[in-house]
T-cell receptor
Framework: EAGVVQSPRYKIIEKKQPVAFWCNPI?????LYWYRQNLGQGPELLIR????????DSQLPKDRFSAERLKGVDSTLKIQPAELGDSAVYLC????????????FGPGTRLTVT | GQSLEQPSEVTAVEGAIVQINCTYQ??????LSWYQQHDGGAPTFLSY????GLEETGRFSSFLSRSDSYGYLLLQELQMKDSASYFC???????????????FGKGTKLSVIP
């Protein structure tokens, strides 16, 4: 069974530029999560989807961040414009149902904003 | 709000036993999870405790005391490959809605030395 796929793995951009991250969850997993992980910290939830509906986006900085999950499968997280403080690893995770206690994480996208 | 405390670093000798503690303060608590993350890798699920007591999975065990808001991860017969960061995460949410989320601690960096 293929795991959670994310691309790109690394991205370096200048501040004020836009950037997008893509995630393909495990097949059949209805719940998808985007996390941000700063160096030396644990993952912090940005947004959670159940199928195509964003059910928890309270931690998403909505002035510059946006996300979508069309057709309830793949998801894209966008930052526009990026700031220096956005440098982090962006992790995508999925689980079969909202009630499942195990989340399956992808390898993440390491973003560096210069 | 919620908070989790775990030691930032632990060093142990190959073949030994190490215990990583986690204390938490949160509302709407449903359980405590543990994840392992190697440098540059994805967090991977290790264990989940919803009830008080000890859960054993091979060389790894996890314990929870809900009354003390405390849990620990026990790693036995340490191997060099166990060198990684270990995160405790509280599972919170709304059982009526069947939706939950994880809040992660800052992680404990375990170094296994020969």
């Amino acid at each position: 069974e293929a795991g959670v796929v994310q691309s790109p793995r690394y991205k370096i951009i200048e501040k004020k530029q836009p950037v997008a991250f893509w995630c393909n969850p495990i097949s059949g997993h209805n719940t998808l999560y985007w996390y941000r992980q700063n160096l030396g910290q644990g993952p912090e939830l940005l947004i959670r989807y159940e199928n195509e509906e964003a059910v928890d986006d309270s931690q998403l900085p909505k002035d510059r961040f946006s996300a979508e999950r069309l057709k309830g499968v793949d998801s894209t997280l966008k930052i526009q414009p990026a700031e220096l403080g956005d440098s982090a690893v962006y992790l995508c995770a999925s689980s079969p149902t909202p009630a499942a206690y195990e989340q399956y994480f992808g390898p993440g996208t390491r973003l560096t904003v210069t | 709000g919620q908070s989790l405390e775990q030691p930032s670093e632990v060093t142990a000798v190959e073949g030994a036993i190490v215990q990583i503690n986690c204390t938490y303060q949160t509302s709407g608590f449903y359980g405590l999870s543990w994840y392992q993350q190697h440098d540059g890798g994805a967090p991977t699920f290790l264990s989940y405790n919803a009830l008080d007591g000890l859960e054993e999975t091979g060389r790894f065990s996890s314990f929870l005391s809900r009354s003390d808001s405390y849990g620990y991860l026990l790693l036995q017969e340490l191997q060099m490959k166990d060198s990684a960061s270990y995160f405790c995460a509280v599972r919170m949410g709304n059982s009526g809605a069947g939706s939950y989320q994880l809040t992660f601690g800052k992680g404990t960096k375990l170094s296994v030395i020969p």
